[in-house]
């Protein structure tokens, strides 16, 4: 798992064993992974408006599992 695309997979699969597949649709299906850098994966979302759910409801979620991998 060296690629950062391979990294934000594994982070969406973690996130499937606690949300519905309409929630991992909705909030996840059109992100993409920008950079790691500083301990810090950044994101791109199609509108500000999943970016502020994501953040708000999901921030913690995905950082225990990138503290997984």
Do not use: Y
Request: net charge negative.
């Amino acid at each position: 798992m060296n690629s950062l695309n391979d990294i934000w997979n594994n982070v969406v699969e973690s996130l499937s064993g606690e949300l519905t597949p309409t929630a991992i649709n909705t909030w996840f299906s059109e992100t993409t992974p920008l950079a790691l850098s500083d301990n810090k994966l950044i994101i791109h979302t199609p509108t500000d408006f999943k970016r502020n759910i994501i953040v708000q409801r999901f921030s913690e979620t995905i950082k225990s599992s990138l503290t997984e991998l």
